[in-house]
């Protein structure tokens, strides 16, 4: 399945996220929790069970002290472009592509908790609900209105915030016009501090991100599958962007830190 | 053909194992998922008319711009205000999960405040004539704090304490006017002043980062100087005798430290070469205006400054914020290690606004030794209420109603207000009327009087969040400047053109450095110390539990040749020993620690432990 539209018919959201400005404060993931509804730890949870929509990663050369240099990668869904693993192996058909914005969509009413999404995706970007969502008494009061928490036993992830883009919508139908590429961003690109995260349509050659791909600098997580993913990373150091592309045996997800 | 028993037995059972090759299993998952989504267990948000409120945060002394989404009254998302002249649009994730914090299931509900202010009146009516009655400010410069200053005034042997600053309150660092910064562990990437203003000035100097740690700001520095740990002093004294060389006004060839230590020998201390720390000296004098900042608020960093002309250039002089005239007779600001030890009878300490936590022993010493009266005002025990005989409960942000100092990077003086989001619940304690009521001060309307007297100065600029516009005060109505402030607007004062020098205080000389010994073999450096005393929204276990990206509390992180030579392996637990006492700790491994260093997570608990001694063991528990 594709979500590569004609320009100016449809939107085809992306990011750039430059690396060399990321300084790990995690902003970004508190903010998307916060936005998504997404519950605090359970006791029981750890970097492998929890579920963080968006993960800061702390990478390095590789090196020992004191030839040791780190940087911090963001990484989220990568919104496939092209193949997207997760559509491909959905037995539900709870994975979809929207053809009006290239966002993959994970719709938990469908999900059966198979995990096989989790499985496929290449990037580890989809989270899974070990536990009911549960808040300390008193903190529901503050839950976004405008998204409802999933259930136990359902897989989730980033959906570039499905809730803005919908309030956007409104909004701008409100106005009487159909909506723009600068009518909303996600709570990541609006919380991170250091302008790190920029978010617009790719179909749009002024946005960031559009401009961002032609930055020689610029790359994406495992390119060399064929995913199209629709997050471009910024860095102006070579390992950095080694990294991006053959990652080191050993130093996977499993035991980086992030 | 007879049906027997067996036959029904056959049936049944080749029914249900063909069920299974049905589509009806997976429709009823699917369709039991459908009814879970919506059972009682799981919380609905409530729905309401949607609102933008803005306030400031008062989480730390950057009091970044918020702006608030409320469904009805209840914010249920905090963010920065783009285009705030202070702030740029910046909130920490600290300030972004805020609105959670009055539910906090650690928070303090009640506590015996008539019960306390009985005590601190019998406890004053018996002090000595040598002994103190103390009140700690760990946030000075506050409203509060001048309420606290004018009731010691007209108090017995009252005396007012701030925690150890560089700066003593009359200066900023001026970022904006540096090109290069020497750090000396600073987190300036990470937290420290005003995080958007630090990164609005980073692309406009360069950044040396000297530590023994790669921290987040080492990561992102220009230049990252893996020191050893505690040569912080050695460094700073390496780099000002070359530029004494430089201005041919050191001794040449072989310039001493006080511990009669050479060039050579000093830069062995820090484990870099004479060739790099002339560099960074010939950058720090080339490329200026220069900076050198220090996370351990030592003199050498400061006498580093004065050689390079920074004094009135990158460490400006900052106006006072004004306060009424009648307000000045209160009680000077003491610096806590200029107090002599065991002299303090009666102690509060107001944790309500918390810039930097201290170790308790620092504290503790200050104490008389039989039955000091200690009582905080606190939103948990978490902190000094461990050691308190009363913790008085108190608003936490967004309840708070209080005003938050300029930063250590503003330059001019301000004024803000963190106007509460939500009502505080009852039976919370405010410790300005507790404490003004000791002395019969009214403290109650004490920032409508600041707001007058700041509005009487006529001098500045108010900021407002219509249309992000700044007006003229002179221009502004009394009633109208008390409004914004309270709906989260700003006054700035005016740049004084004819500024001269900051006077800095006198800082004491560090303690002598622990020497390694047979028993405490490793150096400890904590990080993570924005999160010690702060109250933290359980939200933020997407860092600290989730995640591995910051370092969770009692988590200590060795290099592999460390651990080995200590017993201890990836993940085990041990317990990490200083002079202060010992705790339980769980290890990670990480190869880019050096080797001989512990790196603890500081919690409150934590600093105590080893906040005040640097050395540590770690044994397998």
């Known amino acids: 399945m594709t979500s590569e539209k004609k320009p100016g018919k449809t939107a085809r959201y992306g990011m750039t996220i430059d690396v060399d400005r990321c300084n790990g404060c995690g902003a970004c993931m508190v903010a998307c929790a916060v936005e998504n509804n997404i519950p605090p730890a359970h006791e029981g949870a750890n970097d492998r069970k929890g579920i963080t929509w968006i993960r800061v990663f702390q990478v390095d050369n590789g090196e020992d002290y004191p030839n040791r240099r780190s940087a911090f990668v963001p990484v989220l869904c990568q919104q496939c472009g092209k193949d997207a693993p997760c559509v491909a192996v959905c037995p539900q058909q709870a994975v979809e592509v929207d053809p009006a914005t290239g966002i993959v969509g994970q719709m ?5 908790g198979c995990r096989y999404c989790m499985v496929a995706c290449p990037y580890h970007a989809r989270y899974f609900n070990w536990w009911d969502p ?37 909004r701008a139908a409100a106005n ?41 600098n610029s790359f994406r997580l495992l390119e060399k599958i064929g995913t199209e993913p629709k997050i471009y990373y910024r860095s102006k150091k070579d390992w950095v962007r080694q990294i991006a592309s053959a990652p080191k045996p050993g130093i996977g997800k499993e035991t980086s830190r992030g | 053909m007879n049906t027997t028993r067996r036959d029904l037995f056959k049936f049944v059972g080749g029914s249900v194992v063909g069920a299974f090759l049905t589509p009806v299993p997976w429709r009823l998952i699917t369709d039991s998922a459908l009814w879970s989504e919506n059972w009682p267990g799981i919380p609905r948000p409530a729905r309401g008319e949607i609102r933008t409120r803005f306030t400031n945060c008062a989480l730390c002394p950057a009091g970044c711009a918020v702006r608030a989404r409320c469904v009805g009254d209840q914010p249920v998302a905090l963010m920065g205000v783009p285009g705030h002249p202070l702030s740029h649009g910046a909130l920490c994730p600290f300030g972004l999960t805020a609105h959670h914090l009055p539910s906090l299931p650690s928070r303090l509900k009640q506590g015996p405040a008539k019960e306390a202010a009985q005590a601190v009146s019998a406890a004053i009516s018996k002090c000595g004539p040598a002994e103190q009655v103390a009140v700690l400010d760990l946030r ?3 409203t509060a704090s001048w309420t606290y200053r004018r009731a010691l005034a007209s108090v017995k042997n009252g005396l007012y304490l701030a925690p150890p600053s560089p700066l003593g309150g009359s200066a900023a660092f001026d970022l904006q006017k540096a090109k290069t910064v020497l750090s000396f562990g600073a987190p300036l990437l990470d937290g420290w002043g005003t995080p958007g203003n630090v990164i609005a000035a980073r692309e406009n100097f360069r950044l040396i980062q000297a530590e023994p740690l790669e921290s987040c700001t080492a990561s992102l520095a220009d230049l990252w100087l893996p020191i050893r740990p505690g040569s912080e002093e050695a460094l700073a004294q390496a780099i000002a005798n070359v530029l004494a060389d430089r201005r041919g006004q050191g001794p040449g060839g072989a310039p001493a430290d006080s511990a009669g230590r050479g060039q050579g020998n000093l830069a062995a201390a820090t484990g870099l070469t004479e060739q790099q720390i002339a560099s960074v000296a010939e950058e720090l004098a080339h490329n200026g205006p220069a900076l050198v900042l220090d996370a351990g608020q030592t003199p050498s960093a400061m006498e580093l400054n004065r050689q390079l002309g920074s004094l009135g250039r990158t460490i400006v002089a900052r106006r006072e914020t004004p306060v009424p005239e009648s307000w000045k007779k209160a009680a000077p600001v003491t610096n806590l290690t200029s107090v002599p030890d065991g002299s303090i009878r009666v102690l509060l300490i107001d944790e309500s606004a918390v810039d930097g936590y201290l170790s308790w022993s620092t504290i503790a010493r200050k104490l008389v030794r039989d039955n000091p009266l200690i009582v905080t005002f606190a939103w948990s025990r978490q902190g000094y209420g461990r050691y308190a005989q009363y913790v008085l409960p108190t608003a936490v942000y967004p309840e708070v109603f209080d005003d938050i100092p300029p930063a250590i990077d503003s330059a001019s003086a301000a004024f803000r207000i963190a106007a509460p ?15 003004g009521g000791l002395a019969g001060l009214p403290a109650a309307d004490a920032l409508r009087e600041r707001a007058d007297a700041i509005h009487k100065a006529g001098r500045g600029t108010l900021f407002t969040y219509a249309g992000a516009k700044s007006a003229a005060l002179r221009d502004v109505k009394p009633d109208d400047f008390w409004k914004a402030l309270n709906e989260g607007g700003c006054w700035l004062d005016a740049v004084d053109e004819k500024r001269d020098k900051p006077i800095l205080p ?11 010994t047979e028993d405490l073999p ?22 600290y539990q989730e995640s591995n990206l910051r370092l969770s509390p009692n988590h200590a992180v060795l290099n592999p040749v460390t651990a080995r030579a200590c017993g201890v392996g990836d993940g085990a637990r ?6 202060c006492g010992s705790a339980q700790i769980e290890i990670s491994l990480d190869s880019g620690v050096p080797p001989g260093v512990v790196k603890v997570a500081a919690g409150a608990g934590m600093i105590d432990l080893c906040g005040a001694s640097t050395r540590a063991k770690v044994v397998a528990a």
């Open chain 1, 108 to 112: 938990p009413e469908r999900c059966l």
């Open chain 1, 134 to 170: 549960a808040w300390p008494a008193g903190m529901e009061k503050t839950l976004n209105p405008d998204v409802a928490p999933r259930m136990r036993g359902v897989v989730e992830k980033c959906n570039f915030c499905h809730g803005r883009w919908h309030a956007a919508i409104e």
């Open chain 1, 176 to 216: 009487g016009r159909a909506i723009e590429a600068v009518d909303y961003v996600p709570a990541c690109v609006e919380a991170c501090p250091t302008g790190a995260i920029q978010f617009g349509d790719l179909n749009r050659p002024e946005s960031a991100p559009a401009q961002a791909a032609k930055n020689g």
């Open chain 2, 140 to 142: 000075p410069g506050r």
């Open chain 2, 421 to 435: 989001l939500v009502a505080p619940p009852a039976g919370m304690v405010n410790p300005s009327e507790f404490i």
């Open chain 2, 506 to 516: 006198d800082m004491a000389a560090p303690g002598a450095t622990e020497s390694s």
């Open chain 2, 522 to 543: 490793l150096v400890a450096i904590t990080c993570e110390t924005r999160a010690a005393a702060a109250p933290l929204s359980p939200l933020m276990s997407k860092l």
């Open chain 2, 574 to 579: 041990a317990i990490l020993q200083t002079r």
